[in-house]
């Protein structure tokens, strides 16, 4: 390993008075939207100059975002609004040159044209990186601070953190209409739930005990299994789905409603009217719950194939803040699934290939993220995931 230099700027940027702290919590789909304009505007100044972009590594990203965290919680010493990292030369291995810019404000494109501004903080914009780590955290009156770690490293290092899935964390499963066999990844055969063609499996915890079982959605119906009562929900041509809607702990049943562009929840399983109805998605969506934002409850997701947009919503029984990200391009016959991979609370996504009996597991939202890829050994089911 070359000579390690590392640059901190002691220049920070301090645009606003003091406020109130936010506690600390999952990035919000404003804090992530805000790190992505960061570095693209960093980008795009680096272009202008005839300057490679710089690639996004998981580890500076994990540091940047608890830094933020840091200031905004007031833990900077002597009163500091903002303050460098102590530990900058630790946060990640095989560097060989770091650098740090801090800053407070209320806009993403006022922080980026006073960090240009400042020659001390111009020369990390543009110096000789190859990676950059931004972390947003945006308290409740709207201040907001941003970290950005710059690293010259080894190539290839990954945005997303990579490795295989996590113990006790959830796991894709196939469940086969002509049988009513269902199968975890493990190996084993998982159980059996008696169906028809045409019903729709869905995966859940439907009592709260830690462990998903299949339910089948027939037209209107959800089966629960043998003893379990069955929940009249929906009407023909609604695509069924199930969440913990409102932090409980029990996922229940929901249903999306194309031609109205509806989405209706419902907080028991049991027979009764939608508890929440949201305006979201559209003919053609596919619709996903999941626990995008490690909230501790479960939020709407649709991908629209035509535009190959994922809309993430935070809200649970509302809308909420929606995200709009690339999605996964499915081709033919491939489905799209959500689980916690890595067992850090927040979901991500994953594809079903019957093509190749293969599930690919993103470790992120990012359909560009590093994935795990696990061995279905069938090439016909309807995919499923689950803590089994």
């Not at 540091?63 to 002597?78: F, I, L, P, T, V």
């Not at 935070?314 to 916690?340: C, F, K, R």
């Not at 795990?372 to 069938?378: E, H, L, N, T, Y």
Request: net charge negative.
């Amino acid at each position: 390993m070359g000579v390690r230099r590392l640059v901190i700027l002691l220049t920070a940027l301090l645009v606003l008075g003091a406020a109130a702290a936010l506690p600390a919590g999952a990035q919000s789909p404003d804090e992530t939207a805000a790190e992505a304009e960061f570095l693209d505007r960093i980008n795009q100044r680096r272009s202008q100059l005839g300057l490679a972009p710089l690639g996004v590594y998981w580890d500076l990203v994990d540091d940047a975002r608890a830094h933020s965290r840091y200031q905004a919680d007031g833990r900077c010493s002597a009163g500091q609004r903002i303050c460098h990292s102590d530990n900058l030369g630790r946060v990640a291995d095989g560097w060989h040159l770091l650098g740090e810019n801090v800053g407070v404000g209320y806009e993403v494109a006022e922080l980026d044209r006073a960090f240009w501004e400042s020659p001390t903080h111009q020369a990390n914009v543009v110096g000789n990186y190859n990676y950059a780590g931004v972390g947003v955290v945006i308290r409740d009156d709207g201040t907001l601070y941003v970290t950005v770690l710059f690293m010259r490293g080894e190539d290839g290092l990954p945005a997303h953190q990579p490795g295989p899935l996590s113990p006790g964390a959830d796991r894709p499963a196939l469940y086969d209409a002509a049988t009513g066999a269902w199968w975890s990844t493990d190996g084993a055969d998982s159980g059996l739930v008696s169906g028809a063609p045409g019903d729709q499996p869905l995966a859940c915890d439907w009592n709260g005990d830690g462990t998903t079982t299949v339910g089948l959605f027939q037209t209107g119906h959800l089966s629960l299994g043998e003893g379990a009562p069955g929940v009249f929900y929906g009407s023909p041509g609604d695509v069924a789905l199930c969440g913990d809607w409102d932090g409980d702990g029990v996922q229940t049943i929901g249903v999306f409603r194309p031609e109205s562009g509806t989405v209706f929840l419902r907080n028991t399983n049991s027979i009764g009217p939608a508890h929440a109805e949201l305006r979201f998605g559209e003919v053609g969506d596919v619709p996903i719950a999941g626990d995008w934002f490690g909230t501790g409850y479960d939020s709407v997701a649709m991908l629209r194939p035509a535009t190959g947009t994922l809309y993430l919503t935070d809200g649970g029984t509302t809308i909420g803040n929606v995200l709009a990200i690339p999605g996964p391009v499915l081709s033919a016959g491939e489905q799209l699934i959500a689980g916690d991979w890595d067992g850090t609370g927040a979901d991500a996504l994953g594809v079903y290939r019957p093509a190749t009996s293969e599930f690919h597991l993103s470790l992120g939202l990012d359909p560009a993220a590093d994935t795990v890829v696990i061995s279905a050994d069938r090439s016909t089911g309807s995919a499923l995931a689950g803590r089994w």
